[in-house]
């Protein structure tokens, strides 16, 4: 039983229910990451959705396709492939999307969670695969959110973000060409159940502490860490929050302090 499948399943529901009351003009309209529309995010969501899929289920067809990514990618950008591959628009993409995640989950929710599957970078477990397709759909869906200018009423799914982040201490240093600053410092983060989930070793003399939510806007870029409350005690805990990076590719930028929030709709 793959419970990670279950927690996407949520995660694009909760989008869902957003942007289901949409006009078809609505989807034109902008948001604060890089002036994505949104449907420029739904489109992002599900191309890499459908990627992940035939990662499992037609990997000759997700090797080529992969071909095409690094083509794009050398080109400048994956904006043209994925406009190219995910033709429609406005309601009828929105209903692509939803009815090929609401399969997706299905399809997956029974698997190994050890099932190693190629992607983009190097392979991966199922488990970490849809996690990983989990933590973009809460992601790009912040834009979204801040874009309609509701606050998201947030879960303990989240943990599972938190644990990519964890995870992912030393790869937001090593793609920028860091040196490891130390141990990873420790964490003491509030779910929004109001549990206390804490990461690191005890001896570790550096800290992050505050709100999981805060924790996942950060090491996922949808907030600068000084928009939010997270308190870093220590140098290392300091330059980890000002580089975490949770996803795969080439070193992103941060957004600039209070350039991304919730704004009227």
Partial sequence: MLKEADDFLAECETLHALLAPLAEADFARSTQFK???????????????????????????????????????????????????????????????????????????????????????????????????????????????????????????????????????????KVRGMALPGPMPRLRLIAPSGAIWEFGEAETPDMVEGSAVDFCRVVTQTRNVMDTGLVMHGPVAELWMRNAQCFAGPPETPPATGTRGVKAG
């Avoid at 191309?47 to 080109?75: C, H, I």
């Avoid at 509701?150 to 990519?164: H, T, Y």
């Fill in 35 to 173: 002036g994505w529309t949104v449907n420029d995010v739904l489109m992002h969501l599900h191309f890499w959705n459908r990627a992940a899929d035939q990662s499992l289920n037609d990997p000759d067809r997700f090797a080529a396709l992969m071909g095409e990514v690094m083509g794009g990618m050398q080109a400048g950008g994956l904006r043209v492939l994925e406009n190219a591959k995910v033709t429609e628009r406005g309601p009828a993409l929105l209903a692509a999307w939803h009815g090929f995640y609401r399969g997706m989950a299905a399809r997956w929710r029974d698997l190994d969670p050890k099932i190693r599957v190629k992607w983009a970078g190097p392979e991966m477990s199922v488990r970490s695969s849809i996690t990983a397709r989990q933590m973009e759909t809460w992601a790009h869906g912040q834009e979204l959110f801040d874009l309609m200018g509701v606050e998201r009423v947030e879960d303990d799914r989240i943990g599972n973000i938190v644990v990519l982040g964890v995870n992912t201490y030393q790869w937001g240093f």
